[in-house]
């Protein structure tokens, strides 16, 4: 079985940040020689926030269907109800008080989605 990583290299283009809808997220699989990270990055305005795509909660993966990270303005865990802060990963309600998802850092160069 491949091991489950939790962070990337800086450097690998996603793709372009207008994929993603103002408001929405989508997930992203690396496949990498040390094993698979398992991310996704919200996108507000011409920002995006990418986070690690476990909760810490339960530790599974956030979205029980393709793309579902995201209700109204905040990310939520599909399996428990947790509300995320999109800007800081914060948890804002749910079983999960005092903690936060954890940074996948990217950033946006010339209208595309890198990791930082």
Do not use: N
Request: glycine share 14%.
């Amino acid at each position: 079985m491949t091991e489950r990583l939790t962070a990337t290299p800086a450097g690998v283009t996603l793709g372009a940040l207008d994929q993603i809808a103002d408001g929405t997220a989508r997930g992203f699989v690396l496949e990498m020689r040390a094993g698979r990270f398992h991310g996704f990055v919200v996108r507000r305005g011409d920002s995006a926030f990418g986070y690690v795509d476990r909760c810490p909660h339960m530790g599974l993966p956030l979205a029980q269907k393709l793309e579902d990270y995201v209700a109204g303005d905040r990310i939520v865990c599909s399996w428990h109800g947790a509300l995320f802060d999109p800007e800081s990963g914060a948890c804002l309600g749910g079983p999960c008080p005092g903690t936060r998802l954890t940074p996948w850092p990217v950033r946006v160069e010339a209208g595309t989605i890198v990791t930082a």
